[in-house]
């Protein structure tokens, strides 16, 4: 029974941990939270950098909205300036194009008599020929 209990006992101390795997085992924790502690480290860099990249991305949509205002802002007065611009030139030219047909009418009328008169005077027929009105 003493040979038994021996073996076992030797058995049991090859199979379980000594003093220096325990302390390997010690070593290795250690390294893991430091490992632990690196990866936090990490992760507050990159809500650090997560938080500045949101930040630029916000002010990046400030100058766009920015922008967009001024670009509609400033065709919106070009357009309106045209606008303002070209209704005196309209109004004009409809002035100018009733004189042109005032003055036709008064043209041809005035053609009409030119020729019944050449009609009953012979010397304004010449003067009138040598021009060539009609």
């Known amino acids: 029974m003493l040979f038994l209990l021996l073996v076992t006992a030797l058995r ?3 199979d379980g941990f000594t003093q220096k795997d325990r302390e390997i085992l010690i070593e290795l924790r250690v390294r ?10 990490i992760d507050m860099r990159f809500e650090q950098v997560d938080k500045r990249f949101g930040g630029m991305m916000s002010f990046m949509w400030l100058l766009a909205t920015i922008f967009t205002i001024f670009t509609v802002s ?4 070009l357009f309106w300036d045209r606008r303002t611009m070209i209704k005196p030139f309209e109004k004009k030219v409809a002035e100018i194009e009733t004189k042109i ?3 036709k009418q008064v043209s041809s009328e005035l053609l009409n008599v ?3 008169y050449a009609k009953k005077d012979r010397k304004f027929a010449e003067v009138v020929s040598q021009f060539n009105i009609f």
């Open 12 to 14: 049991a101390g090859d």
């Open 32 to 41: 893991m939270m430091e490992i632990d502690k690196r990866f936090e480290q």
């Open 74 to 77: 400033i065709m919106s007065l």
């Open 101 to 103: 047909a005032q003055n």
């Open 114 to 116: 030119l020729k019944e």
